[in-house]
């Protein structure tokens, strides 16, 4: 008889598990207190303009992840990005400046001095220091490439990815394919052409690009949640969960008040981690997962702009802008969300979406909403040339966003490896381990019970 199991949020990755686990022929039950499954993932539409108040589209690296999204259904709502979104920018001295996309274009490009593209070609001969411990990536990018790279390039990236801070970040875990490239070679740039030529030589030419859905990424945890018909169960208020001689019994009322209690044995917790502490777990688990609390996760504002594309003066034609912390501004970058995928807005017209806060400026994300969406309407008119109010105004402010894999978090690791093998059954999966990304998340999750191909 097949292992039951329980999972405990419906996020993309408790989604996906509950997918993984059907698809193995086990008994599972997906439990949701929210009224929506998706958790960060909420596509809005409205007056003709369609927005995402979460990420704003997912990286396809692998046929993996293409098969599997056909595989839910959802192969003719694959959107790429228009051909314009191919050409992103960075803020320099209040102009957005095209960003490098290659080598070629990083010694060419007016970002950085040439001075900082004489340091980059001399990372080629770079050798790992003896006796280096975890560092900061700000740290790890100026030993390597010199500072102008930190401050032009790194940290608007940054900011873009994780709202995070470079010299808090962790380059070892939140950019491993750094530290792996420099523990080979020594030099970052050449254990990136040394994996670069392993990749083609295993016969994997795979070329990765950004992808969303015709209705909006949402189109995804609604295709899951479909496949999962009655296993999932929204609006549930789990009340108490307990270590049984024979697994994991959860104790749980659904949305009309009445109270189930169900045992399995594997428990999966797919909450955030500081959501983990909001759980009735056993004293014992609780105090083991007690430091996963510490993990930080800095409010970002998310604020969707629509404008007659007559009235903004920027041709808009790319993926966005970043924007570099000395530039001193009050925005991470803005997103030419119409201008990324097909069918954001009416005719005529054009939607931005400007990220506010962070761990740059976590206090700007805290402020009124009335205030979040004036700073974002200045910023636009700033640095886009936009004339007059928006016609459009639809924000979201996410108060615990994104997790930071900071220095030191090796420790939370650590932890979790530790319940998991105190507490037989119990597994700890979401986007604070093993990657950020969509994708990531649903390739750990799946590949937790069986390896998706």
Not at 26 to 51: C, F, M, N, W
Not at 110 to 127: N, T, V, Y
Not at 224 to 242: N, Q, Y
């Amino acid at each position: 008889m097949s292992k039951r199991a329980i999972v405990i949020g419906a996020g993309i990755t408790g989604l996906t598990l509950g997918w993984a686990l059907q698809r193995a022929g086990r008994p599972v039950r997906v439990l949701e207190k929210s009224a929506q499954a998706g958790g960060a993932i909420r596509t809005i539409r409205r007056d003709g303009y369609l927005v995402e108040a979460g990420p704003n589209s997912l990286l396809v690296n692998s046929v993996v992840l293409e098969n599997f999204f056909r595989g839910l259904g959802l192969g003719p709502q694959m959107l790429k990005p228009e051909e314009a979104a191919r050409n992103r920018y960075i803020l320099k001295k209040g102009e957005f400046v095209a960003a490098p996309m290659g080598p070629g274009e990083l010694l060419s490009t007016p970002l950085i001095s040439g001075g900082a593209k004489w340091r980059l070609l001399g990372e080629f001969f770079a050798q790992k220091p003896e006796g280096l411990r975890e560092e900061s990536l700000a740290s790890f990018v100026e030993r390597h490439f010199g500072p102008e790279i930190l401050d032009y390039v790194v940290n608007p990236f940054v900011g873009g990815i994780y709202a995070g801070d470079p010299w808090k970040l962790s380059a070892q875990h939140a950019f491993p394919m750094l530290a792996e490239a420099e523990n080979e070679c020594g030099s970052v740039i050449r254990g990136m052409i040394k994996k670069r030529k392993a990749k083609r030589a295993a016969g994997n030419t795979f070329k990765s690009y950004s992808l969303s859905f015709k209705d909006g990424l949402q189109a995804l945890p609604d295709a899951l949640a479909a496949k999962l018909g009655d296993t999932l169960t929204l609006s549930a208020s789990v009340e108490s969960i307990e270590q049984t001689a024979s697994g994991w019994s959860v104790r749980w009322q659904d949305g009309d008040g009445n109270t189930h209690t169900e045992t399995a044995a594997d428990l999966y917790l797919t909450t955030p981690s500081h959501a983990l502490d909001q759980l009735t777990l056993p004293c014992k688990v609780s105090e083991t997962l007690t430091p996963l609390a510490a993990i930080e996760y800095p409010p970002v504002a998310s604020v969707a702009l629509g404008y007659d594309r007559k009235n903004i003066s920027h041709p808009l034609d790319g993926f966005g802008g970043l924007i570099p912390e000395l530039e001193d501004r009050d925005a991470l970058g803005v997103l030419f969300s119409s201008s990324l995928f097909a069918g954001r807005a009416p005719e005529g017209k054009a939607l931005l979406t400007v990220f506010i806060g962070g761990a740059r400026q976590p206090e700007l994300a805290q402020t009124a909403e009335e205030d979040i969406r004036a700073i974002a309407v200045r910023e636009v008119n700033h640095l886009l040339g936009a004339s007059g109010e928006p016609e459009f105004v639809e924000g979201t402010t996410w108060p615990q966003a994104i997790p930071q894999y900071n220095v030191g978090y090796g420790d939370f690791l650590e932890a979790i490896n530790e319940a998991e093998k105190e507490f037989p059954g119990l597994h700890l999966l979401g986007n604070y381990r093993g990657g950020i990304s969509l994708g990531q998340c649903i390739l750990n999750a799946a590949n937790t019970i069986e390896p998706l191909g």
